[in-house]
């Protein structure tokens, strides 16, 4: 199993910026990527960013330009560093590990962006 921990959510401003922050415990060598999703109020759950673990990136259009998925491997850490905040980036923030025993998430973090 994969436990994962995410944490760095919070209130700012639009324009601001936040970074999260994802630890990730257990059998991390059966990670093959690394996600961040996102969830509003009322609507799915989508991804925002991916991370495989070659270290190729890829991030919803909605993000692009953004933010920026990154991590540390010392520390198991998965980051993504978010810039220029809108409003519409509201949501609950999840990590989200693929591995081939399945999928894991954390408990997610609340991120509020006021206008």
């Known amino acids: 199993q994969v436990q994962l921990v995410e944490s760095g959510g919070g209130l700012v401003q639009a324009g601001g910026a936040l970074r999260l922050s994802c630890v990730a415990s257990g059998r991390i060598s059966s990670i093959d990527s690394m996600r961040w999703y996102r969830q509003a109020p009322g609507k799915q759950r989508e991804v925002v960013a991916i991370?495989?673990?070659?270290?190729?990136?890829n991030y919803a259009d909605s993000v692009k330009g953004r933010f920026t998925v990154s991590r540390d491997n010392a520390k198991n850490t998965l980051f993504l560093q978010m810039n220029s905040l809108k409003p519409e980036d509201t949501a609950v923030y999840y990590c989200?590990?693929?591995?081939?025993?399945?999928?894991?998430w954390g408990q997610g973090t609340q991120v509020t962006v006021s206008s």
């Open positions: 991370m495989t673990n070659g270290g190729s990136t």
């Open positions: 989200n590990a693929q591995t081939f025993l399945g999928h894991y």
